[in-house]
């Protein structure tokens, strides 16, 4: 049966597959491997990243270089595809990914994490093309990176791969000499030749060819030694795979597979062991969740129809989204077929990779405040039908169409008039367990994506008749819909950890205040500096309201880490909170650096900041305080807090360089609790 791709949504994967990203035959294998690796027990591997000499790689082996080839493996692999890790590592994952793709941008602090966690002798990421059609800018940056591949080799690739990952809106042909330059390329000469020549367009067209050979038919995609893990999902789902790996390669290792040889004999054996993968038309696939009834609010939200319509239809959207976009064709023929039966809700979800998206937001409740309801339906289809054109100049068009004063429009864009309101919308998403667009609650019963009519059909239909029901019981149809939701599904409970406060931890801001924001973080790890500025927000929004506690925790992978938390205590000792929030802001800043976080680095940082340097040498050269930076690592220990950054506050969990909203979501209901 051919693919729908009308029921694509913005999620954590692009792809022209089923609904919810995934591909409903091979994905259903690496999802089966996951839960069995979720309960598999470690032998010989240390979670926190420790050496395990039995099943670690030959460094001399793979320092050597030179050409190889695992052609025979199940997703083959040679040294013409860029790699980080060891050749001969115990897994290896092969992530087909490309340059343009949100999603595969939003899995990269995961891949991160992975590296830091296991190494380069545990874990080896070999890097394969998958440009998609809809992505224009996908291709040419597949053969930009293909390009300093040929021309700086792995060390380069990575560097132009991370820049390009950080720097996704800015590609072009102009940005990739840039970057290709500062990846290391000397012969700019022959780089830019190639890009004009498209010397490496056919090296871009093969890995994509293998990727669909795989099964690949969305972006990002990884086979863990074979098993695929497909889109951008949590670093526990990778865990849970790559640690069964481990075992299994240690097994192989004690049986006498050489260790060059375990990629082909591993992933051969996966596939070979894979459960068969069920085809379109099997009657026993997986199919969506549309049974459950969440409980999903009106609300003052825009409404399209009657408050007695018998099916109210919630719609969570983002106007830059390209699903979103391409769903509405469909909602019309929704309106056509059901008139007053059906009404539809709006509710803001601007995705955090949509820039304009939440300019538009602003300008659509802008609309609703100035012209009601009306207003809004109004603009929100002149920014659907001008998308993507949605730059500040088109929505002023837009404006001006719709008959609104443009003073107030500017005013709301600049002052994020509705921030709090479409906030709110997005937390009732993140409830809901609502993570792309567009996503419906047709009377509480999620429906995922940009579906065809039929699918919206099915579930109206039944919504109908339950409603019929009620109304002939006695519900009047202005309360059925109430009616349906009083009892349905809301928000899970947060996660909650019990982590006992220092008293002579580094704090900042309102030292008095009843909710405690604790920081488990490393001044090495990647994702601790990443989280800063989404902290400063933060910060600068609750710094009266909450007191926020560092709490060092040095990675053991992180072999800088525990010196910079000896600088910045000894910053904390002689000069207090204010001396320590310096030199934390300082290493920070010069933490991706070369050498930033080195001894002479933090001795510069000393002297700048006027800290007694025979002090701080001294601090430095006899671990002065180790037994606080190790108490602090034990707590999280204790507390179960394996990586950083993770937040306390108040006892609430959080895990990872969160978003602003989801910090913002925790503070609320603990400013609640604490009156």
Known sequence: MAKDKSVAADRPRHDDGPVGGMNTGVAVIGFLFSFLAGGAVMWGYDSHGGKTASISADSTTASAGGAWSDADAAIPITSADPMWGSRTAPVTIVEFSDFQCPFCGRVEPTMQQLKDQ???????????????PFHEKAKPAAEAGEGVFALAGNDGFWKFHDTAFKNQGALSDASYT????????????????????????????????????????????FFINGVLLSGAQPVDKFKAVIDQELQKAQAKLASGTPKDKLYVAMSQENKKNAPAAKGDDDDDKPKEDTK???????????VEGKNDALVTMVEFSDFQCPFCKRVEDTLKQVHDAYGDKVRLVWKNQPLPFHNRAEPCAELAMEAKSEKGDKGFWDVHDKLFASNPKLEDADLDSIATAAGLNLDKVHAALKNHTYKKDIDADSDLADDLGGGGTPHFFINGRSLV????????????????????????????????????????????????????LS????????????????????????FCGRVEPTIQAVMKEYKDQVKFVWRNKPLPMHPDAPLAAEAAMEA???????????????????????????????????????????KFKAALDNSTHKADIDADSKTGDDAQISGTPAFVINGYFINGAQPQAKFEKVIKRALAEAK
Request: proline share 5%; hydrophobic share 40%; aromatic share 8%.
């Open 503 to 526: 008293p002579n931890a580094p704090a900042m801001g309102n030292l008095k205040a009843k909710v405690v924001i604790q920081e488990f973080s490393d001044f090495q790890c990647p």
């Open 178 to 221: 840039t970057w290709a330059k500062d990846a290391g390329v000397t012969d700019m000469n022959k780089f830019q030749a190639g890009l004009t020549a498209h010397t490496w367009a056919d090296k871009v067209d093969k890995s994509n060819a293998a990727g669909k050979t795989a099964g690949v038919n969305g972006t990002p995609a």
């Open 572 to 614: 904390y000792k002689q000069k207090g909170n204010d001396g320590f929030w310096k030199m934390h802001d300082t290493l920070f800043a010069n933490q991706q650096k070369p050498d930033g976080i080195k001894r002479a680095a933090l001795e510069q940082y000393a002297s700048d900041q006027g800290l007694d340097m025979a």
């Open 118 to 132: 296991y190494g380069k002798d545990k874990i080896r990421i070999v890097w394969k093309d998958a440009p998609l």
């Open 449 to 500: 994506g940009a579906q065809p009519f039929d699918k919206f059909k099915a579930v109206i239909d039944e919504e109908i008749a339950h409603s019929q029901a009620l109304v002939a019981k006695g519900t009047s149809a202005a309360k059925v819909y109430d009616s349906i939701i009083a009892d349905g599904k809301g928000a899970p409970d947060l996660e909650k950890k019990n982590v006992a």
């Open 292 to 302: 459950t009834v969440y409980k999903v609010p009106v609300g003052a939200s825009p």
